[in-house]
């Protein structure tokens, strides 16, 4: 049997863009595939990430979910389609009722696209429903202190801050943000690839986050073979965004 493909970032974006422009797929089937695969292996990966609905007078669970310091789950986004999917993750986590957090660190008013859709999804079921707390940090300057407030006893950080569409060492703010990160006792989750990691030739930016689990989309990355990437990526997991098996083998020979 054929190793599965691991792409560049140009394959990696050319899968997208065909997948939408040819295919006819919306963008946005995309980034719930993979926010929502993204959820489902983390809950694979830590079976103590458990349910914390709250219980009524009755002793019944409520739909509302533990008050905002008890998140378990804590994800850091950007402003591109990576903080998109962190977005659709949150919606997922809560769902199952995992207390999860969403912490902004670029203004809401940068954020386009399916990014934008699902930021307003978001903020609309958390306004609607008590989801998971939206909270802007992209302004104020006492960055590391409101980390930790809203952080609390976080089991896991999530990294939606860069994806594919990095170019560079990660800037301000994103580079407080990584070294904050990679100096809690949290473990890390990166999505598609950990922010900061040249995902073509594998080498790290400083700084760079030190993931304990990556969930990779449609393909693992070339550079991810690179020895000095290991330590960066942690557990490697390859989430399906639903486009077809062919698809991918047309894009990888
Ligand atoms: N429809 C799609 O294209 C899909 C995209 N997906 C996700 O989208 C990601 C790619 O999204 P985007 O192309 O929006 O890119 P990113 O989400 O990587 O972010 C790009 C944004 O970050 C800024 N930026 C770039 N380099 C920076 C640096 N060094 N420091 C600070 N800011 C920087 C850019 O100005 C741009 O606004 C993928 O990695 C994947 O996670 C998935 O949702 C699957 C579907
Ligand atoms: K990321």
Redesign the pocket.
Known sequence: MNEPPAFTREQ??RV??IA?NEYGFS?LV??EN??RGACETLLEFDASLRKTLLTDMTGSETSRLAPELDAQVVILC????????GFVLARHLSIRGIATKVLLLAPPH?LRG??LTNYAILKHSSLKHAGPAVIDLSQGDDFAKALDQHTGSAKWLVDAL??????????AP?DKAIRWMNAQEAKRLA???PTGLDCDSGIPADPTVRADLTCT?ATSKVGFQKRQATEFLGEVCVVS?GVPQGLIEAIST
């Open positions: 990696s974006r997208d863009e939408i963008g995309l980034m993979a926010g950007g402003k591109g389609n990576n903080a998109g999917d940068e399916d990014a860069l994806g594919t569409g990095a170019t560079g060492a990660p800037r994103y999505l598609d690839l989309f965004i």
